[in-house]
């Protein structure tokens, strides 16, 4: 511990953020999956790369705080814009907008990294409740598969602060 770093204040996280092991990807559906980076369960944030390899609408949802990404391959767009997220693209939603998420057909892999603050809330077309996702959610399926794929249940502390 550095002498400017407050003995309260939780240890660093420094790792490469696309794995080698194959095992640290976590499904959320079929060729959908996330790579925890960081899981904040004190102010319910997480921070994630999220992997498509399908063209195709992935999920509707909202968000009650702001999300940040940032496009490191590939592209998506949101069908409720004009606009197409491209690699090296940083994109702001804001707090309370519904938006459904499209890859491309011509995209074979997309990996953004996102900051997501509160949960994500999936909506239908007709904007009724589907399911949601916050950080506790996120933990206990980052636990499950780790377990499965033999990196063990405590794998995942590395990324919980």
């Not at 490469?16 to 959320?28: G, L, M, Y």
């Not at 197409?84 to 707090?95: K, S």
């Not at 997309?110 to 589907?130: A, K, L, P, Q, W």
């Amino acid at each position: 511990m550095s002498p400017s770093t407050h003995p309260l204040s939780p240890k660093e996280i420094v790792q490469t953020a696309i794995p080698e092991d194959e095992r640290v990807w976590v499904p959320q559906a079929p060729n959908v999956w996330f790579r925890p980076l960081m899981l904040n369960t004190v102010a319910g944030q997480w921070c994630n790369l999220l992997r498509v390899r399908k063209a195709g609408v992935l999920s509707r949802h909202l968000h009650p705080a702001p999300v940040h990404g940032f496009v490191l391959k590939g592209s998506w767009y949101y069908r409720e814009h004009d606009w197409v997220a491209r690699a090296g693209d940083y994109v702001f939603e804001p707090p309370g907008e519904t938006h459904t998420l499209v890859v491309p057909d011509d995209v074979e892999e997309m990996i953004t990294f996102f900051n997501i603050s509160g949960c994500m809330y999936y909506v239908d077309e007709d904007g009724n409740h589907t399911g949601f996702e916050d950080v506790f959610a996120k933990i206990d399926m980052c636990r499950r598969h780790y377990e499965e794929v033999g990196l063990g249940a405590d794998y995942l502390d590395q990324f919980i602060r």
